[in-house]
């Protein structure tokens, strides 16, 4: 079969990736509720079309940040590419620059930080998990300057990491070809040890993410890097407006898409109070479920900036490589240019709460 709907490559990915591979990137936390939330959410909101408004051109092309993407559309930020092909992050973020989407670099990305750079074509980010060795955060966060990261994705949804019974019944465990490279090996050694029953990136995370982190310490971080930072995992509208009080560069409301707590609901569920508690002053991006260009015009109806698109890019590099990744992006932004069409919205400033009618709410 020809891959044609972003979902076709979640078939095809799944069929080409060992289980525990498969169960670590498509599972969720817990009994996953909040996992099947994130893709329902968007299909039970109908569209509002509006005919007879010249739909002749309708004009993807956006800034974030200061930088030009082809379509409010980036690339999540996700451990490991590695594991899911060969071409790995270079493979991923070469697809982004084709597209002229947003990259967002893990830090536990399986390729050098430089060498993702130096293949990136568009813009980039870098996102970190707080370590309890706040040296080798800082010293990332310099190389990620030199090397010309346009800003910083800090993860607040991640104290620790949380039960994936996928991964507990799989053992999952990171193998040699895969490693967070740009990390010191000796911090991240457990997560390349096998205990039976138990997931080694569970117990990586509760030996060196630092729980105890709270809103005082991003000054902390902010008083050692000029670069932008942004915060991920953001789904309430008290953290907004603590994290506009705390002069950060941007929300993106994400519940890790149902990796991390889960029973929260939905990411579009959530975004209507996140943008209506920053009120414009930020940029918010959202990510969680999205599949289609439809949801992705549906996230920014209700207010969000860009969209982040997470597993889908990864289906793409398993069954395809970079190509697999690119042809993702790319029908995504096609899929967001015909419903913006068909809605009769031919600006990205035509995207308003107005094409959202009442969801069609059945139990998730
Ligand atoms: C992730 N995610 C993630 N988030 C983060 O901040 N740092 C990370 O290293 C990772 N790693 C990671 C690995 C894999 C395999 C997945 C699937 C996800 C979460 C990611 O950034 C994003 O929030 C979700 O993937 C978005 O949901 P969808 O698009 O996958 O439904």
């Known amino acids: ?17 060992a289980a525990d591979v498969a ?9 996953e509720w909040t996992l ?42 996700m451990a490991y590419h590695r594991l899911f092909h060969p071409d790995g992050e ?11 989407a947003l990259f967002v670099a893990s830090m536990f990305a399986s390729t050098d930080l430089a060498e ?46 949380a039960r994936r019974y996928r991964d507990l019944r799989s053992g999952f465990t990171l193998p040699a070809h895969a490693r967070a490279v740009n990390v010191d090996a000796a911090l991240m050694a457990t997560s390349h040890v096998a205990e039976a029953g138990t997931s080694a990136i569970e117990r990586h995370s509760l030996e060196r993410f630092d729980p105890r982190i709270t809103w005082a310490d991003l000054a902390w971080l902010r ?11 953001i789904l309430t509208a008290e953290d907004a407006e603590l994290a506009v009080r705390h002069g950060v560069d941007g929300i993106i409301v994400s519940n890790h898409g149902g990796r991390q707590l889960d029973g ?17 002053g930020l940029p918010v991006l959202v990510d969680g479920g999205v599949r289609t260009g439809s949801d992705v015009l549906k996230a920014l109806a209700v207010g969000a900036d860009t969209v982040l698109v997470g597993r889908p890019v990864l289906w793409g590099l398993a069954h395809a490589g970079t190509e697999g990744a690119q042809d993702v992006l790319q029908t995504l932004r096609e899929e967001l240019e015909e419903a913006m069409a068909l809605t009769g919205r031919p600006t990205l400033a035509h995207l308003d709460r107005s094409v959202l009618g009442t969801p069609n709410r059945t139990p998730y």
């Open 1 to 17: 079969m020809k891959p044609l709907r972003v979902p076709d490559y979640a078939d095809l990915a799944r069929s080409c990736l």
């Open 23 to 31: 169960g670590y990137l498509n599972g969720g936390a817990g009994a």
């Open 36 to 77: 099947r939330a994130n893709e329902s959410a968007y299909s039970a909101i109908p569209l509002r079309p509006r005919v007879l408004t010249d739909v002749e051109r309708c004009a993807t092309a956006t800034t974030l940040l200061g930088a030009d993407l082809a379509a409010p559309i980036g690339v999540a930020p």
């Open 90 to 100: 270079i493979g991923t973020v070469r697809a982004a620059g084709a597209a002229g």
């Open 116 to 161: 993702i750079a130096a293949a990136a074509t568009g813009p980039l980010w870098l996102q970190l998990y707080w370590l309890r060795d706040r040296g080798a955060v800082l010293e990332l966060v310099g190389r990620a300057a030199e090397a010309g990261y346009g800003a910083l994705a800090l993860t607040v949804d991640t104290p620790r990491v």
């Open 223 to 233: 008083e050692r890097t000029a670069l932008p930072l942004v915060l991920k995992g």
């Open 264 to 280: 929260v609901p939905a990411t579009i569920d959530a975004l209507p109070e996140v943008v209506d508690a920053v009120g414009g």
